[in-house]
């Protein structure tokens, strides 16, 4: 069984900036791909941002330049470090990881964090 745990979510005025940390616990022989997604209401959640185990990172087009992905393997941790954020940035965010544990690869989900950009 594996646990992903957000946190640093908030309430932060439009221009404002947040970083959004995501821990992997439990059985992990390995972790490949990790993700943020967003999700605000009424629409389908989509990808944020997302890196390999190697470093290797794809954003979306709304999260470029304003967005920054990053990991601490040894740690199974993932960050997004979000700055200049706008109203539309508002979402519940979900981290995703691509874990081995040893005997299948799966994907797990964390339980989500609020972002809410308002003035």
């Known amino acids: 069984q594996v646990q992903l745990v957000e946190s640093g979510g908030g309430l932060v005025q439009p221009g404002g900036s947040l970083r959004l940390s995501c821990t992997a616990s439990g059985s992990i022989f390995g972790i490949n791909t990790m993700g943020w997604y967003r999700q605000a209401p009424g629409k389908q959640r989509d990808l944020v941002a997302a890196?390999?185990?190697?470093?290797?990172?794809n954003y979306a087009d709304s999260a470029k330049g304003r967005f920054t992905i990053s990991r601490d393997n040894a740690k199974n941790t993932v960050y997004l470090e979000m700055n200049s954020l706008k109203p539309e940035d508002t979402a519940v965010y979900y981290c995703?990881?691509?874990?081995?544990?040893?005997?299948?690869?799966?994907?797990?989900w964390g339980q989500g964090t609020q972002v809410t950009v308002s003035s």
């Open positions: 890196i390999t185990s190697g470093g290797s990172t």
């Open positions: 995703n990881a691509h874990v081995w544990n040893g005997l299948t690869w799966f994907f797990s």
